[in-house]
């Protein structure tokens, strides 16, 4: 039987269970992170914050950085909040 029909080794297969291990764990921590900041710290700032605020808010964005997104410049356009 060829490579492809063969099953993983013993070890390489305890190897990709911890790996797989680990990055449950990890995607674990990102959804709880995510979870706060949707369910706590983003309502907390509406109620906190001024209208007037999120635009130093937006506009320290930039300092920040952005991953993985666009940044919405048409908000920054918009000074009427």
Same mark, same amino acid.
């Given at each position: 039987? =060829? %490579? &492809?029909? #063969?099953? @993983?080794? @013993? ?6 269970? #911890? &790996? %797989? =291990?680990? %990055?449950?764990g990890?995607? /674990?921590? $990102? !959804? *709880?992170?995510? *979870?706060?900041?949707? !369910? #706590?710290?983003? @309502? *907390?700032?509406?109620? +906190?914050?001024? =209208? /007037? ?7 320290g964005?930039?300092? $920040?950085?952005? +991953?993985? &997104? #666009? @940044?919405? *410049?048409?908000?920054? !356009? !918009?000074? /009427? $909040?």
């Amino acid at each position: 039987m =060829g %490579l &492809v029909g #063969q099953p @993983p080794a @013993p070890v390489a297969f305890a190897e990709h269970r #911890q &790996v %797989l =291990g680990e %990055l449950i764990g990890r995607l /674990s921590e $990102i !959804n *709880t992170h995510y *979870t706060r900041e949707e !369910n #706590q710290l983003f @309502p *907390t700032s509406l109620d +906190v914050l001024a =209208g /007037s605020e999120w635009i130093g808010v937006k506009e320290g964005e930039a300092d $920040i950085g952005f +991953v993985w &997104v #666009q @940044p919405d *410049t048409q908000f920054c !356009n !918009n000074r /009427s $909040i």
